[in-house]
C-alpha cells in the first residue's frame, strides 16, 4: 500500500468521491510489503495469533475460496476464532458459498458478518437472508471473472485474506496439488494474495521448503497455520460432474452436439468449456466421437476441469487444459502428472479488464440455465419463485467470451416450464446467448443469422423461442408470477461492475 | 451499447449507486454498432451534417486527441460548429490541450464547455479557470495511461469521438503517417474510437480505399468530414525535441549518463524512455557512446519517439521503437519507412490496468520536472506559485512502471530553487523516482539501498536530498510559500484514477 500523501476532501462538487492516492493497492506495492513480512521470524503460528497479527478489527473486508467447495472447513475454523476475539461487522468476500457454510449462520445473526460478496447463495443462510435480512448491504453476486477485477479496480479491498492449502511450507510457499485435502488448481485466491493487505495460509499439511509446484508463494504469505483438516475433498464434485444416465438428459447432450457439429465450430485447433450440470458434461461424450472420427484436435479446453475433459485431453483431443478449479480426484492426478493440464487463476481465466483472459480466447461454450426467457436471458441463481439457489459462476463471463454459446436445458422440470416470457432474476444477459437446445425445440437467437442459415443448410430444424414457450406453456399451463417483497436482498452485478438485476426479500 | 433490460433504482442502501447493466460499453459491442452503420450511404459529409447526425446534445462528451499539439485546428474548427448549433454544457475529454487552444476560451466563458479532461492545460484557458471559475467541475488532469484506462472501465463516457486524420479513405480507414498535415503515430485515439458511442473522423487528405498502413480502421468511424487543414505539422516539436547546446544542460545529461552506466541498467536486452524536455533528450547522446563502445544492443526505446531515439534505433543500438506519439518529420519518416519502429495505442503504452503494457516493460526512464521535493514527489503541471503551465503526460505512468526512474534538472532556474521542502503540486508520487541528478549533487530514493551501495562502489558521489536542497537555498533564499485561494480548479488524478492532489484558484 502506498501512504497518504496529501490531505485531501472526502468530496469534490462537480467530481464526486475522493479516493486519495495510496489507498488502491497495486500488485507492485503488495511485493513490497511482503519482503519486509518474511524478514521476520516464523511465519508459522496459531490461527488465533495470525488473526491478531493481521490487525483484523471492527468492519474489514476478510476473504475465502471455495476450491473444497461442500467440503470446506475453512469458513467456519475462522469465524469461531473471529467471533471468541469479538470482532463484528465484517464484510465477507468469498469466491462462492456452498450449504456447508450453514454453519456461519449464527455470525450474520450476531451481527459479526454484515456484508456479502460471492458467486453463489444458498439453503439456510439465503433463508436467512430474505426472511429476516438483516445485513448492512443486499447481499451482492459476482462471477469468477467479475470478482478478480472487482479486486484488481479495488471496488473490493481486502484487508485479510484466508487461503486453505493442501500443500503448503513453513514460509508459505503453496499449492492445492498434493496432501490429504488435495483439491487440485488455486486460481481464486491467487487473485485475492495479490492485493490483501495481509494474506493468512491455512493448511493440514505443513510439508519441507517447496522448490517447485508453487501455485502461490511465499511472498504474498504473512502467516502459515496448521490445522487438522481444511476439509472434505470428497465433497468437492458432489453431482455436478458425472456423465447422465437419464435418457432426456443424454438426448438433449446429442442434439446439442449434433447443432454444435452442424455450426461448424468443431473443428481443428478449435476451443471448448462445458459448465457444470450433467448435460452440459455430456455433451462432451458425443463430441468425443465426433472429433476422433474426423481427426479433429482441439487447441484447448478450459474452466473447472472435470475427469470428462481430461479424458478428452489425454486421448489427444485437446491441446491443453486451462484450469482455474479441479473437480474430482481423476481431473487432480492429471494436473499433477500433466504438463499441459495448466493451472491459472481467475483473473486469467475470465477478468473482464484482462484481454488476453481465457472466456475471450473460447470458440465454445455449453451452460445450464435454472429458466431462460423469450429474450434468452439465463437465470442460474434463484427459482422462478425468487428464492437463491443458485450461483453465477463463470457463466456471464464464458457466454460474454465464446464465439458461440448453445445453453441445454429440459423444457421443464417437474410440470415447471425453464423457457418463460420473463425470468426471475437475469444473471447472464440473452444478448450474449446463441442458441437454446432443449429436448422439445432449438432456438437460435435471432441477432444470429449466420447461425440461422447455417443450422438451415445443414438440415437442423429450429423453431422460434416464443413459439417453443407457447408450446411448453400449453402441457404446463401459464406460470403463476410470484410475488416477492418489496426489499431489496441481493443485487446481481454484471462482470463489468454494472448492475443486472435484484433479489427481493419473501 | 448493450440495451438496459431492467428497471433498476438509481441507489440502493449500503451499495451505492447503481450503474445498470448496458451502459457501459465495450469494445465488442461497439464494434457491433458500427458494422450497422457502414452498411448505410457514404460516411462523407460535412462537419455540421457530422455532428448533427452524431447526436451530440446538451451535456454530452467530447473527445479529442493532440498528436498535432500546439498545430492543432480540429478543437477550434468543431467547437464553432458546436457553437453555431446551440449546444451546451459539454464536457471535453482531450489527451491534452496546448496554447493553440487559447482559441477555446469564449467556449468556456459561454458555457459550451463545462467540464475538462486532460493531461495539460496552461496559457489564457489556464488563467481563466484560475481566476474567473465558471465550469461545473475542476479540471480533471490525467496521466496518458490513466485516461486510456478510465476510458475502458467507464471513468469517462465520451459520446462523440473527434480524430484528426492526416490520411483518411471514405469508409474512415485512416492514420497520421501520411499528407501534408502528416504528424506520425496516432496513439492516443485509438482507445478513444473503441468506446466512443459516435466517431468522427476529420481530414485534410482524403485518398483512396486504403488496403495497408491502417492505424484505425473503418469500422470504428461513423463519419468523415473533409477539411482544408487539420493542423500545421511543424509545430508540433516545439522545443521539446533538439539536443541542449547550454553547457549547464549538457554537465547535468553527461551526470545522469554516468550515474546510468554505473547503476548497471545500460547492458545488453534493456530498455529506455526519455521524457520531454532538453536535459532528458541530451542523456541519450551521452548514452549512444557508452553503447557503441561496449557493443550494447537494447531491445526497445518507447514513448513519444524523437529524431535522437530514431538515430539511436538505426545506427543499431536498439532492436525496436515503441511510438505512441512521433515528434518532427524525422522521426515520421522512420514510422513510415522502418518495419521495427512499431505504432502503439495509449492502451498498449500505458494503461495501468494492461499488465502487458510498455511502461511496465521499461528499464530504464529519464524524466524532468518543475519542482521536486525532499520525498522525491515531482510538479511537471504548476509553477510553484499554484499556476496551471504544464502537463502529467505519461510521466506517472512510466515512473511507476520502471525498473529505474531518473529525474534530471537544474538545482535552480533564476534564482528558484527546484529542489524544495513540498512541491506546490504532487503530480508523480515520490516513492516511484529513484534518483535525482542537478548539476549540484546526486540523490539517490532511501528506497533504493541497493542503488546507494552500486553507486558507491563505482564511485559516484551521491548526497541526501536534504542537504542538496539546504545548499540550494544557502544561495536562492528559503522560497517564500505562495498563497492561493480555497476553492478547488484542478485535480491530479493518480493513473490508477485515485486523487494525488489539489490545485487552487488564485
Known amino acids: 500500500m502506498g501512504k497518504i500523501i496529501r490531505k485531501l476532501p472526502e468530496y469534490i462538487e462537480g467530481y464526486g468521491k475522493v479516493v486519495p492516492y495510496g489507498t488502491i493497492i497495486t500488485k507492485k506495492e503488495k511485493a513490497k510489503l511482503s519482503d519486509v513480512v518474511t524478514k521476520k521470524n516464523s511465519k508459522v503460528i496459531s490461527l488465533e495469533e495470525a488473526i491478531i497479527n493481521s490487525g483484523l478489527i471492527d468492519g474489514m473486508t476478510v476473504s475465502f475460496h471455495h476450491h473444497l467447495r461442500n467440503g470446506d472447513y475453512i469458513m467456519e475454523l475462522v469465524f469461531k476464532i473471529i467471533n471468541k476475539l469479538g470482532i463484528k461487522d465484517l464484510t465477507l468476500s468469498a469466491s462462492s458459498i456452498s450449504k456447508t457454510h450453514d454453519c456461519l449462520l449464527e455470525y450474520i445473526k450476531d451481527g459479526t458478518i454484515t456484508k456479502i460478496y460471492t458467486s453463489g447463495f444458498r439453503s439456510a443462510l439465503a433463508n436467512e437472508i430474505q426472511y429476516n435480512f438483516n445485513l448492512k448491504a443486499p447481499v451482492i ?239 442460474s441463481v434463484t427459482g422462478s419463485d425468487g428464492r437463491m439457489i443458485g450461483a453465477l459462476g463463470g457463466a456471464p463471463d464464458t457466454a460474454a467470451g465464446a464465439k458461440l454459446t448453445i445453453v441445454v436445458a429440459p423444457s421443464m422440470r417437474k410440470r415447471f416450464p425453464i423457457v418463460v416470457d420473463n425470468v426471475k432474476t437475469i444473471c447472464t444477459p440473452g444478448e450474449n446467448i446463441d442458441i437454446l437446445v432443449t429436448e422439445r425445440g432449438i432456438c437460435v437467437n435471432p441477432r444470429r443469422t449466420d447461425l440461422i442459415s447455417i443450422l438451415k443448410r445443414n438440415n437442423i430444424v429450429t423453431t422460434s423461442i416464443v413459439t417453443l414457450k407457447n408450446d411448453i406453456y400449453k402441457l404446463t399451463g401459464v406460470p403463476n408470477i410470484l410475488k416477492t417483497g418489496d426489499n431489496i436482498v441481493g443485487i446481481i452485478e454484471y462482470r463489468d461492475g454494472s448492475v443486472l438485476d435484484i433479489i427481493y426479500d419473501l
Open 141 to 379: 453476486f459476482m462471477t469468477h471473472g467479475g470478482r478478480a477485477r472487482a479486486i484488481e479496480d479495488g471496488s473490493i479491498s481486502i484487508d485479510v485474506s484466508f487461503v486453505a492449502a493442501s500443500c503448503c511450507d513453513k514460509l508459505g510457499n503453496m499449492n492445492g496439488k498434493y496432501g490429504k485435502s488435495a483439491f487440485g488448481a488455486i486460481g481464486y485466491p491467487m487473485v485475492d494474495v495479490k492485493y490483501a493487505k495481509k494474506t493468512i495460509a491455512i493448511t493440514d499439511n505443513l510439508v519441507p521448503i517447496m522448490d517447485k509446484d508453487i501455485s502461490i508463494p511465499k511472498d504474498y504469505i504473512d502467516s502459515v497455520v496448521v490445522v487438522e483438516s481444511i476439509g472434505n475433498p470428497q465433497l468437492i464434485a458432489t453431482g455436478a460432474t458425472r456423465i447422465s444416465r437419464n435418457p432426456m438428459d443424454l438426448l438433449i447432450a446429442k442434439k446439442a452436439a449434433n447443432v454444435l457439429i452442424a455450426s461448424g465450430y468443431i473443428k481443428e485447433n478449435y476451443s471448448f468449456q462445458a459448465g457444470s450440470g450433467v448435460i452440459s458434461l455430456s455433451v462432451c461424450k458425443f463430441i468425443r466421437e465426433y472429433m476422433k472420427k474426423n481427426s479433429i484436435t482441439g487447441e484447448f479446453a478450459s474452466g473447472g476441469i472435470t475427469a470428462n475433459l481430461v479424458d478428452l485431453f489425454e486421448a489427444g483431443l485437446f491441446r491443453k487444459l486451462y484450469d482455474v478449479q479441479t473437480f474430482g480426484s481423476d481431473a487432480i492426478s492429471s494436473l499433477n502428472r500433466n504438463e499441459n493440464h495448466i493451472e491459472m487463476s481467475a483473473d486469467e481465466y475470465a477478468n473482464p479488464a484482462n484481454k488476453e483472459c481465457i472466456v475471450n480466447k473460447l470458440d465454445v461454450m455449453i451452460l445450464s440455465a435454472t429458466e431462460i426467457d423469450v429474450n434468452f436471458n439465463i437465470n
